[in-house]
Every structure is written in structure tokens, then in C-alpha cells.
């Protein structure tokens, strides 16, 4: 549990981050606590659909150790212990936690998923100390851009056949990018007052699920990837590095648009999750309009499972195969994988499987090589750049060479450490 001899400073800091008392007792999030469709699992944490299994990295608590070989960011090393908090209190107000108070600007944080990471790293306060699985946060989007480092070591996975309190007390962050319904209603034997204490005796949870859609998420807004990443930012009194990148999003963005083809020569992409390396089985999902689709959107696809009675995995847990595909017969077949894989490898693994499969061969999209990985379902702002750059180079290859840049990734550093106000 915690360590009551923690230092008097670490106990003043403590005492000034309490969120105001309305954080899970207020109508925002009572009544959303009935189960519908929850599961011993956190859903969609997953996207094969096997649940919660982690890679060997995560899968039991982390010890916080250096990594020698990671080369990080002065922003990603260094952020927490920039000193530039207010003269006074300050609120944000993010639903469903509603308006949470701080007397000081924290400094440590846990992310419910990918996305949070994201969020937090693209605005310079390195990686969070623990996500719910991280084998399910893919850091490749960093590889390429200056200072950053794929490297996850040290940070722990709370997903330990459940998350536990002690856990939480253990790692004492200052604030919870999780939204406090995902606790509620997802992870076993949790309850409102659970979160309560946590918020009072840790740091509150002020997240937002907002990567896919649930029934207890109906009595309030989901937010998209940047109102998400401005509320990250407002809470690290960060919101110039949020300003700059939702610029640098909008110029990317708008030059993509300007570059699509006509409707009429976009494809239908079918979004599925296979079982295995070598499927028989598949978890579709349809394109909703939640942050996990938004690249999709961006790039102007439609839904090839439109129009069927196939729903998403994540509605119905329910799965199709060969027979269900080939009757839909996407144009183009996007696959969530249960690990990042470079191109060479993913073709090797899935496509030439499938190529030699009497059923799967017979599918528009294998006979003329347009399987694609569609990465992880989470996305912040580095990794739907990395996300949008890469499909636009797999569904319009004729516009989009596979080699070219759509985002500047020097620029996406200096806003990371802080220089995008220089000259």
C-alpha cells in the first residue's frame, strides 16, 4: 500500500491535487454503473479479441529500471521537472469526471491506454508510468523522430487479471488519464466508490473512453483525439504545445484532402482482427466515428461491411469467417494485428497465408495484394499522423508514394521539447 513515510513535500504536493468532491459522486457518473455487455476483461483493450494477454514485457508489474540502449527526448527525460506552475488553483473540466481542481501542476500520470500515452508524449511529458496493457501501447510512430525512444521500459501494466487498488497506491500518480465509467463497468470489482477513494487518497481519473463506443458512455459526449489532448494539455498547463499540434495536424490534414481521388474511386475497407497468424477467423469492426477510426475518415473510405448484418467485435464479441468475408469481398482487407510488424513481415505472415488458403485466395483483396496492418485501435496525435501517412501510401498508391513524408517530423520534435514558438 502507500508508504506513509513519504517526505512532508510529498505530502503537501499530494494534498494540493485533490479533485473537488463532485469527481464520481455527481449525477455524471451515477446511474452508469449498470453492467451491459461487461466482461472480466477491459473490452476492446485487445484488438485480436483474445482479451487481456500481454507480451512478456507486461505481463507481470514493472520494476522501474533504466534502459540503457534508449536514447529519450530532453523533453521526454527532463519534462517533469519543469517548474512552471500558476500563481494559483486552476480547473478543467472533463467529462464525466466534471470540474476537477488543482493547486499545482502534476507531475506523474497513468493512461488508460495507447492513445493517453500518446497525447502526453506529443506534448513533452515523456511516456505515463503505467497504462492498462502496455503491450497494447505500439511505439513505432516514434522511430523516426528525433529525440523520441521507443522504449517502454520501466512502465507498468495494470492489467493483472484485474487492476488492483494496492497497484494504484503503489504507483502514486498525481492524476488518472482513465475514465472512472471504464473502471466501473469493465474491470471486476470495481465500484463507484472504488474510484472514489482512489481519486481522494491518489490523484482522481479524469480520462474519457473514447477509442470505441458503450452503453454506459450514452449520458455523456466522447470526445475526439484533440478535444482529448487539449484536456491532457490544460491539465499540464501545456495548451501552446497543443495550439501547435493541432496546427501542424490541420496543415497535414488539408494537404491529404486536397490529394484524395474522387469519391467514386475510394475504397470499401473491411476492418477485421484475425484470430491467428494463420486465420480461419476474424473480429470485424465497423469504421464508427470514435478516435480508433479516424485516419479512415480522413482518407475518405467507406465501410465494406455497410449495408450487411455483420456488427463490430466490439458490440458483439462476434466473429466471421471466410464464407461471411466472401460474400462481402471487401476491395481492401485492414487487419489488427497483435503486434506491430514491418511490411515485409506482415505480408510474409498474413497475406501469403492467405494467398495459399483455397477460401481466402478467392478474396478480391488477396488476389491483388491490398492486406494491409491497420495497427493498434489508440491513437494521439503522433500516432494518427503515423497511421495516416502510412494508409494513404496503401490505399492510394498512384497519389501517395510509400516513401514520401506527409508530416514533418523535426517539427513534431520541437514541439515535444518546447521550441515551436523559436525562430
Request: charged residues 25%.
Given at each position: 500500500?502507500h508508504?506513509?513515510?513519504n517526505?512532508?513535500?510529498?505530502s503537501t504536493?499530494?494534498a494540493?491535487?485533490?479533485a473537488v468532491?463532485?469527481?464520481?459522486a455527481?449525477?455524471?457518473?451515477a446511474?452508469?454503473a449498470?453492467?451491459?455487455?461487461a466482461?472480466?476483461e477491459p473490452?476492446?483493450?485487445?484488438?485480436?479479441?483474445t482479451?487481456p494477454?500481454?507480451?512478456?514485457?507486461?505481463s507481470q508489474?514493472a520494476?522501474?529500471t533504466?534502459?540503457?540502449?534508449?536514447?529519450?527526448?530532453?523533453?521526454?527525460?527532463?519534462?517533469?521537472a519543469?517548474?512552471?506552475?500558476?500563481?494559483?488553483?486552476?480547473s478543467?473540466?472533463?467529462p464525466?469526471?466534471g470540474?476537477?481542481?488543482?493547486?499545482?501542476v502534476?507531475?506523474t500520470?497513468?493512461?488508460e491506454n495507447?492513445s493517453?500515452?500518446?497525447?502526453?508524449?506529443?506534448l513533452?511529458?515523456?511516456?505515463?508510468?503505467?497504462?492498462?496493457?502496455?503491450?497494447?501501447?505500439?511505439?513505432?510512430q516514434y522511430?523516426?523522430i528525433?529525440?523520441?525512444?521507443t522504449s517502454?521500459s520501466?512502465?507498468?501494466?495494470?492489467?493483472?487479471d484485474?487492476i488492483?487498488?494496492?497497484?494504484?497506491?503503489?504507483?502514486?500518480?498525481?492524476?488518472?488519464?482513465i475514465?472512472p465509467?471504464?473502471?466501473i463497468n469493465?474491470?471486476?470489482?470495481?465500484?463507484?466508490?472504488?474510484?472514489?477513494?482512489?481519486?481522494?487518497?491518489v490523484?482522481?481519473?479524469?480520462?474519457?473512453?473514447s477509442f470505441?463506443?458503450?452503453?454506459w458512455?450514452?449520458g455523456y459526449?466522447?470526445?475526439?483525439?484533440?478535444?482529448?489532448?487539449?484536456?491532457?494539455a490544460?491539465?499540464?498547463?501545456?495548451?501552446?504545445?497543443?495550439?501547435a499540434?493541432r496546427?501542424l495536424h490541420?496543415e497535414?490534414?488539408?494537404?491529404?484532402?486536397?490529394?484524395?481521388?474522387?469519391?467514386?474511386?475510394?475504397?470499401?475497407i473491411?476492418?477485421v482482427s484475425?484470430?491467428?497468424?494463420?486465420p480461419?477467423e476474424?473480429y470485424?469492426y465497423r469504421l464508427g466515428?470514435?478516435?480508433a477510426?479516424?485516419?479512415?475518415?480522413?482518407?475518405?473510405v467507406?465501410d465494406?461491411?455497410?449495408?450487411t448484418?455483420?456488427?463490430?467485435f466490439?458490440?458483439?464479441?462476434?466473429s466471421?469467417d471466410?464464407?461471411?468475408?466472401?460474400?462481402?469481398?471487401p476491395?481492401?482487407?485492414?487487419?489488427?494485428?497483435?503486434?506491430?510488424r514491418?511490411?515485409?513481415?506482415f505480408?510474409?505472415?498474413?497475406?501469403?497465408f492467405?494467398?495459399e488458403?483455397s477460401?481466402?485466395?478467392?478474396?478480391t483483396a488477396?488476389?491483388n495484394?491490398?492486406?494491409y496492418?491497420a495497427g493498434g485501435?489508440?491513437?494521439?496525435?503522433?500516432a494518427?499522423?503515423?497511421?495516416?501517412?502510412r494508409?494513404?501510401?496503401?490505399?492510394?498508391p498512384?497519389?501517395?508514394?510509400?516513401?514520401?513524408?506527409?508530416y514533418d517530423?523535426q517539427?513534431?520534435a520541437?514541439?515535444?521539447?518546447?521550441?515551436?514558438?523559436?525562430?
Open positions: 500500500m508508504d506513509d513515510t517526505s512532508t513535500t510529498e504536493r499530494r494540493h491535487l485533490k468532491s463532485a469527481l464520481v455527481g449525477a455524471s457518473i446511474g452508469c449498470g453492467d451491459d455487455g466482461t472480466d473490452d476492446g483493450a485487445d484488438a485480436t479479441g482479451g494477454t500481454e507480451t512478456a514485457e507486461g508489474r520494476t522501474p533504466p534502459d540503457p540502449t534508449a536514447t529519450e527526448t530532453q523533453a521526454e527525460t527532463t519534462a517533469m519543469e517548474s512552471t506552475p500558476p500563481s494559483a488553483s486552476y478543467v473540466t472533463i464525466p469526471a470540474t476537477v481542481t488543482f493547486e499545482s502534476p507531475e500520470w497513468v493512461a495507447a493517453w500515452a500518446d497525447m502526453g508524449v506529443a513533452g511529458l515523456g511516456k505515463p508510468s503505467a497504462v492498462v496493457l502496455t503491450g497494447e501501447y505500439r511505439t513505432w522511430e523516426d528525433p529525440g523520441l525512444s517502454k520501466g512502465m507498468t501494466s495494470l492489467w493483472q484485474g488492483s487498488k494496492e497497484l494504484l497506491y503503489d504507483i502514486d500518480a498525481d492524476v488518472h488519464f475514465d465509467n471504464y473502471m469493465l474491470i471486476p470489482n470495481w465500484d463507484e466508490a472504488d474510484v472514489a477513494e482512489v481519486s481522494e487518497g490523484g482522481p481519473f479524469c480520462g474519457n473512453t470505441s463506443t458503450y452503453p458512455h450514452e459526449p466522447y470526445l475526439s483525439l484533440y478535444e482529448a489532448t487539449e484536456k491532457v490544460q491539465v499540464f498547463q501545456r495548451t501552446d504545445r497543443y495550439e499540434l496546427a490541420d497535414v490534414i488539408s494537404g491529404v484532402d486536397e490529394r484524395l481521388p474522387p469519391e467514386s474511386d475510394r475504397p470499401a473491411g476492418l484475425p484470430a491467428s497468424t494463420e480461419e476474424f470485424p466515428e470514435t478516435t477510426y479516424k485516419h479512415w475518415h480522413d482518407l475518405g467507406s465494406a461491411f455497410d449495408g448484418d455483420i456488427a463490430s466490439t458490440s458483439d464479441r462476434g466471421i471466410y464464407e461471411s468475408l466472401l460474400e462481402v469481398d476491395e481492401v482487407l485492414v487487419l489488427y494485428t497483435d503486434q506491430h514491418p511490411r515485409s513481415d505480408r510474409s505472415t498474413y497475406l501469403e492467405m494467398r488458403h477460401a481466402a485466395g478467392q478474396l488477396v488476389r495484394g491490398d492486406v496492418p485501435m489508440y491513437q494521439g496525435p503522433i494518427n499522423l503515423a497511421k495516416t501517412e494508409a494513404a501510401a496503401q490505399l492510394y498512384d497519389e501517395f508514394g510509400r516513401d514520401e513524408r506527409l517530423r517539427r513534431i520541437d514541439i515535444v521539447a518546447g521550441r515551436h514558438g523559436e525562430n
